[in-house]
């Protein structure tokens, strides 16, 4: 349970950074928190030739407010916006998400947009990004691009990160007055990742359901009022609709089930968030 | 800085309890490792090695981290603390450690290390900490053999323990 050898470059400044990420194809790879990278790297399910330390570039450590977005930095971690003074106000969505984000040792590592570019299909984070409809910010040497984050994710740790792209940044939207917002999730013990979780979003334009851990990556959908009759085939259908597999934690079935009992709890919560 | 060849070692230069400290390491070497191979601090476990267990939990620039999950390249110039800095004398516990021990805390002491660090961390930043935080805490932490309970009141006695002595007249 070692990693193989490889280069470590520590760059000054991002052009560094991004210089080394185009010279090294596909084989050169950021390190950030280290809290997915290097169990792969023990365990040797990723052997790169060389890793790029971005954690001292101060450019990317920034938590910003632009217009009615929240630009969160690829050097953030995830400790730190979870004590951001604003996150209550700006991201409650966030805020009732990252109490199921692993633990705070690893919380205290792991960055934000690490967890967005590892894409782990039941993660709490790409859910919250897509959820609300939030985009990513990726640059190479040669270009700058923005992608909307249900572009994003592509499939299980499947982005559309190119070679030598990295992530700058992730634009979460800010929460709007009169939105209701609520997050939950179930799985086998605090801190594990989850079985199933969802993220809902209540508003004028009626309800937003966002599901992880079920199918390839972060699912969303619209749903009808909770009161209106229509309701129990519509979120059924959702669990139809989502690729739901047996494995070593759960059925399929029960993923299923979830996804209308936990679905339904966190809509319901959402809705009296909003009132 | 220059890119760091992975046939060589190369010195790594941090705080260690306090002290500056200066180790040379290959670029895959494991925090947890550099501490106990090549430092010879062996109060660091080593369990699982994918940051589940928490046994190897240490605390960088203050907050608690798994070492298991740090390359020792990236600790250049964080301030890096383990077990071995609590006790203020060898011959004398820190009142965390002596609550451990009145409470029954730790049987086989596998874990215990990565507890105290965490713990440590907890009520240095949350000196009102209580039942509740203390069990978010040690969700990060496998124990094999207390069950917990006794865990949770040696910290809770220990707590308490520091907010009397900060406020000797309360
Ligand atoms: C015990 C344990 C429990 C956990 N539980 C959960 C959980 O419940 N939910 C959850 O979501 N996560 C969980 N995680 C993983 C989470 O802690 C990681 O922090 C996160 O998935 C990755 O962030 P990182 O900064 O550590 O990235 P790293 O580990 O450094 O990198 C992860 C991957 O992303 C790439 N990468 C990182 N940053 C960038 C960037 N800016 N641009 C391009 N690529 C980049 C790396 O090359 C690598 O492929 C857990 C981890 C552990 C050890
Ligand atoms: S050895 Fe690091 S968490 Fe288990
Ligand atoms: S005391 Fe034995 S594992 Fe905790």
Same mark, same amino acid.
């Given at each position: 349970?070692?990693?193989?050898? +490889?280069? +470590?470059?520590?760059?000054?400044?991002?052009?560094?950074?991004?210089?080394?990420?185009?010279?090294?194809?596909?084989?050169?790879?950021?390190?950030?928190?280290?809290?997915?990278?290097?169990?792969?790297?023990?365990?040797?399910?990723?052997?790169?030739?060389?890793?790029?330390?971005?954690?001292?570039?101060?450019?990317?450590?920034?938590?910003?407010?632009?217009?009615?977005?929240?630009?969160?930095?690829?050097?953030?971690?995830?400790?730190?916006?979870?004590?951001?003074?604003?996150?209550?106000?700006?991201?409650?969505?966030?805020?009732?998400?990252?109490?199921?984000?692993?633990?705070?040792?690893?919380?205290?590592?792991?960055?934000?947009?690490?967890?967005?570019?590892?894409?782990?299909? #039941?993660?709490?984070?790409?859910?919250?990004? =897509?959820?609300?409809?939030?985009? =990513? #910010?990726?640059?190479?040497?040669?270009?700058?691009?923005?992608?909307?984050?249900?572009?994003? +994710?592509?499939?299980?740790?499947?982005?559309?990160?190119?070679?030598?792209?990295?992530?700058?940044? =992730?634009?979460?939207?800010?929460?709007?007055?009169?939105?209701?917002?609520?997050?939950?999730?179930?799985?086998?013990?605090?801190?594990?990742?989850?079985? =199933?979780? #969802?993220?809902?979003?209540?508003?004028?334009?009626?309800?937003?359901?966002?599901?992880?851990?079920?199918?390839?990556?972060?699912?969303?959908?619209?749903?009808?009022?909770?009161?209106?009759?229509?309701?129990?085939?519509?979120?059924?259908?959702?669990?139809?609709?989502?690729?739901?597999?047996?494995?070593?934690?759960?059925?399929?079935?029960?993923?299923?089930?979830?996804?209308? #009992?936990?679905?339904?709890?966190?809509?319901?919560?959402?809705?009296?968030?909003?009132? | 800085? /220059?890119?760091?060849?992975?046939?060589?070692?190369?010195?790594?230069?941090?705080?260690?309890?306090?002290?500056?400290?200066?180790?040379?390491? %290959?670029?895959?070497?494991?925090?947890?490792?550099?501490?106990?191979? %090549?430092?010879?601090?062996?109060?660091?476990?080593?369990?699982?090695?994918?940051?589940?267990?928490?046994?190897?939990?240490?605390?960088?620039?203050?907050?608690?981290?798994?070492?298991?999950?740090?390359?020792?390249?990236?600790?250049? *110039?964080?301030?890096?603390?383990?077990?071995?800095?609590?006790? /203020?004398?060898?011959?004398?516990?820190?009142?965390?450690?002596?609550?451990?021990?009145?409470?029954? *805390?730790?049987?086989?002491?596998?874990?215990?290390?990565?507890?105290?660090?965490?713990?440590?961390?907890?009520?240095?930043?949350? /000196?009102?900490?209580?039942?509740?935080?203390?069990?978010?805490?040690?969700?990060?932490?496998?124990?094999?053999?207390?069950?917990?309970?006794?865990?949770? %009141?040696?910290?809770?006695?220990?707590?308490?323990?520091?907010?009397? %002595?900060?406020?000797?007249?309360?």
């Amino acid at each position: 349970m070692k990693p193989a050898s +490889f280069d +470590f470059l520590c760059p000054d400044t991002l052009e560094e950074a991004l210089a080394a990420l185009a010279d090294g194809g596909g084989d050169a790879r950021v390190i950030a928190g280290g809290q997915s990278l290097v169990p792969m790297l023990n365990m040797r399910l990723a052997r790169p030739s060389l890793l790029v330390d971005i954690m001292r570039l101060e450019a990317l450590r920034r938590i910003e407010t632009s217009g009615d977005e929240i630009i969160v930095g690829a050097g953030v971690r995830q400790a730190e916006l979870e004590a951001w003074t604003d996150l209550s106000r700006d991201l409650p969505l966030l805020a009732a998400a990252f109490p199921w984000l692993g633990h705070v040792q690893t919380r205290a590592r792991g960055t934000v947009c690490g967890s967005i570019a590892h894409a782990d299909p #039941s993660a709490e984070l790409p859910l919250s990004l =897509v959820t609300l409809g939030g985009a =990513v #910010s990726l640059r190479s040497r040669k270009q700058k691009r923005r992608v909307e984050a249900d572009d994003f +994710f592509i499939g299980m740790m499947a982005t559309d990160l190119a070679e030598g792209e990295m992530i700058e940044a =992730v634009h979460f939207p800010k929460a709007r007055p009169g939105c209701g917002y609520a997050f939950r999730e179930v799985g086998r013990r605090h801190g594990d990742f989850a079985i =199933v979780a #969802s993220a809902a979003i209540a508003d004028e334009k009626g309800l937003r359901l966002g599901i992880a851990g079920v199918d390839d990556r972060p699912r969303v959908f619209p749903l009808p009022a909770l009161d209106n009759d229509q309701f129990d085939d519509a979120i059924n259908d959702i669990a139809w609709s989502l690729n739901a597999r047996d494995d070593i934690h759960a059925s399929a079935r029960y993923r299923r089930e979830l996804v209308r #009992s936990l679905g339904r709890e966190t809509l319901k919560e959402a809705s009296r968030c909003r009132a | 800085m /220059p890119r760091l060849n992975a046939a060589r070692k190369h010195t790594i230069d941090f705080t260690l309890n306090g002290k500056a400290v200066s180790a040379e390491a %290959e670029n895959r070497m494991l925090l947890s490792d550099l501490l106990r191979h %090549e430092i010879g601090l062996t109060g660091t476990h080593v369990g699982c090695e994918h940051g589940v267990c928490g046994a190897c939990t240490v605390q960088i620039d203050g907050k608690p981290a798994r070492a298991c999950l740090t390359l020792a390249q990236q600790v250049r *110039g964080s301030d890096v603390r383990t077990v071995e800095a609590l006790a /203020p004398d060898p011959a004398v516990l820190s009142p965390l450690q002596a609550a451990f021990r009145r409470h029954h *805390g730790l049987q086989c002491g596998f874990c215990t290390p990565g507890i105290l660090m965490s713990l440590d961390a907890l009520l240095r930043e949350q /000196p009102d900490a209580g039942r509740e935080d203390i069990r978010e805490h040690l969700s990060g932490h496998l124990c094999r053999c207390t069950g917990y309970a006794t865990i949770v %009141e040696a910290a809770l006695a220990a707590a308490e323990e520091q907010r009397k %002595e900060e406020t000797p007249n309360a």
